[in-house]
């Protein structure tokens, strides 16, 4: 699927992906750049994020997801 489908799918979601709107924007930068070497900073940058509360909270929502 072309990256900027997938995107365009996050952004009319409410919730975004998982539920969490900030989760969904660190995965646009993602899509919006696949070339592009991904850190968790520049993760975390996409939501206006810390590192660690990035970190966090992709990992609480992930393991609820199980």
Partial sequence: ?????????LLIRPDGIF???RLSAALAAMLERPAEEHTLRSLAQAPAMSRS???????????SRR
């Fill in 19 to 21: 539920g969490d709107e």
């Fill in 53 to 63: 509360g990035f970190a966090l909270r992709f990992m609480v929502t992930l393991a």
């Fill in 1 to 9: 699927m072309d990256p900027r489908a997938c995107r365009q799918r």
